[in-house]
């Protein structure tokens, strides 16, 4: 089943005006409709795959493409998120739960369950061994990858750049040089990235995350050309899985 007929009639809350709309609402002129389906708002995944499309903006074909996301969380979640990624707030759409997710046939994450234990801290177990490897391929390899370093991806922080919201003390971005120079992923670089965005959500956990029973679910991607078909998707199959290539997570988008 093409998820474009589901996607065309879901109608759902928009974070800038909190009204309710179609999804695809204002797309028809689009020659390429972009639909990101995210898990928690405050999910490590969601986080970084806003913070690439606006790392990537400028390589992007936006007079062309329109992007549509969904996360699971409320308003509020979707206000601070956008606030702190800058993604765009009339393009980021919330729901409370996971239906849509399911719907989609997104994978839910590792289920394993103890008797008489709560939605909530089902989730929360559930997550610790995602994050540990358990039922989320790839997840340690990729976070080891943001330690080592990557030469087959771009360099992520600018000399000039400011790191702060982390533990650290405030420190430029040429600091990475002395771990292995430019242009390319330096050591520490992705990691560093990924503490502020984890600094970022434990500071405002009941904002980002109004429902914790969710935690575990995974999302997806999926390009349609402007007649609705189906171009690219990838479904998520674990934490930090969020694209094919995870070195360069936009490629399938520079459309030539």
């Not at 913070?51 to 979707?78: C, F, M, Q, T, Y």
């Not at 340690?140 to 370093?149: D, S």
């Not at 771009?154 to 405030?170: C, F, M, N, R, Y």
Request: glycine letters at 10%; a neutral charge; one cysteine or more.
């Amino acid at each position: 089943m093409n998820p474009y007929n589901l996607l065309n009639q879901t109608k759902l809350q928009r974070v800038n005006d909190g009204m309710t709309r179609p999804l695809l609402e204002n797309c028809e002129t689009a020659s390429h409709i972009l639909v990101l389906v995210w898990p928690q708002l405050g999910d490590f995944d969601s986080l970084e795959y806003a913070w690439w499309l606006n790392h990537e903006a400028k390589k992007l074909p936006l007079e062309k493409l329109a992007i549509r996301a969904v996360g699971i969380g409320d308003r509020a979640s979707g206000v601070r998120f956008c606030e702190y990624t800058g993604f765009p707030p009339e393009n980021l759409y919330v729901v409370p739960d996971a239906e849509l997710h399911q719907q989609l046939e997104l994978y839910s994450g590792l289920n394993l369950s103890v008797p008489k234990m709560s939605p909530a801290v089902k989730a929360w177990l559930n997550l610790m061994l995602m994050c540990a490897g358990f039922g989320s391929p790839g997840t340690l390899r990729e976070v080891f990858r943001g330690y080592k370093g990557d030469r087959q991806a771009p360099q992520l922080v600018g000399d000039d750049e400011i790191i702060q919201g982390t533990p650290l003390p405030a420190f430029k971005g040429s600091f990475f040089k002395l771990a292995g120079g430019n242009g390319f992923q330096r050591p520490f670089e992705l990691a560093t990235l990924r503490l502020r965005n984890m600094v970022e959500v434990l500071r405002n956990w009941q904002t980002y995350v109004p429902n914790s029973a969710y935690l575990t679910q995974r999302g997806g991607t999926f390009l349609f050309d402007s007649k609705g078909q189906l171009l690219y998707s990838h479904r998520d199959p674990g934490i930090l899985g969020f694209a094919a290539n995870m070195s360069q997570p936009l490629s399938f988008l520079y459309l030539g």
